[in-house]
């Protein structure tokens, strides 16, 4: 299946024989130690390291779940007649399609999925840059597209990568992709990185936004064996990352009903998970996330009537 495939998730793979998660991941590894595929969090992938980047058939069987609730809860950051910048990547393609309902918005992106997922939203004007189109993720990239990007100036950039860690940020594993990914921050007032728990603690080969600069993280939350994750989530706490997690206890969202209409006030809530209060000698503690709840009784009639206009 990975090899027909390129990536697959232990779900899946579960389903396929008919066996327990626990089981899949055991075998997993063992076909790891033999370097027939390279595990992820959540599934595994074709063996290739630093240098190797999945493309989007690939990437898009992986973790569809978290990229799911991620995009719902990044959809109630965007204001109306915000303009903003949507970078190339799968989770970014499901956030654009929950921001086909904001009105007034201007979306400036370089992926043809992104503005493939906007066309037909007649109240947003996309953007896109020029460039040359990379296949494997339908992104414009190259001098053309960072020319296009000189000179503008936006309230918020949505980026996706490869790989997150509190030491290095945001990575990718292709040259051309980290050089459009930074060229759109340099036009953001403000970094918002959308990446689900099995790029926390992956570091790949450039990199294209450091922790210092990165405004916000959207995520989901980890399972409770995953410990690398936890760990990172607390170190980019600890450098002012202020951290948003889908599907938190009192938080988040897993519909696609969280509109801008109807957009959710922020809360402070502790991150939920025994292992950060329960695992033996005391294991990381993540303080606090900023998490986006849903409105209140009184809010949600008012974003019925508006809704209804």
Not at 60 to 74: F, N, Q, V, W, Y
């Amino acid at each position: 299946m990975v090899r027909a495939n390129g990536a697959v998730s232990l779900r899946e793979l579960a389903r396929v024989v008919q066996t327990s998660e626990v089981t899949v991941r055991r075998d997993v590894r063992a076909l790891e130690a033999e370097g027939l595929l390279d595990r992820r969090h959540g599934g595994a992938v074709l063996p290739g390291g630093f240098t190797r980047e999945s493309g989007f058939p690939q990437k898009s069987h992986l973790a569809t779940a978290e990229k799911t609730a991620i995009a719902d809860l990044a959809a109630g950051l965007v204001e109306e007649g915000e303009a903003i910048v949507v970078g190339a990547g799968t989770t970014t393609q499901e956030l654009a399609r929950r921001l086909a309902r904001v009105p007034g918005l201007t979306v400036v992106t370089n992926s043809l999925l992104v503005a493939q997922a906007l066309a037909h939203a007649n109240r947003v004007e996309v953007v896109m840059t020029g460039g040359t189109l990379r296949g494997s993720n339908y992104a414009l990239v190259g001098s053309g597209a960072e020319q296009s990007l000189q000179g503008l100036r936006v309230s918020k950039a949505f980026l996706s990568g490869s790989g997150l860690t509190a030491e290095r940020g945001l990575s990718t594993s292709n040259m051309l992709s980290a050089s459009v990914d930074r060229a759109l921050v340099q036009a953001a007032a403000e970094v918002v990185v959308l990446a689900d728990h099995t790029k926390l603690g992956t570091d790949t080969m450039f990199q294209t936004v450091p922790t210092d600069v990165i405004t916000r993280l959207v995520t989901d939350e980890p399972p409770a064996h995953d410990d690398r994750a936890a760990t990172e989530l607390q170190a980019l706490a600890d450098q002012g990352v202020q951290i948003a997690v889908a599907g938190a206890s009192g938080g988040g969202s897993s519909g696609g009903d969280a509109g801008p209409a109807g957009r959710q006030p922020r809360r402070e809530v502790p991150l939920p998970g025994p292992r950060r209060s329960q695992v033996p000698g005391g294991g990381p503690q993540l303080r606090s996330a900023t998490v986006l709840g849903e409105p209140p009784t009184g809010e949600r009639a008012r974003v019925a009537d508006l809704r209804r206009r």
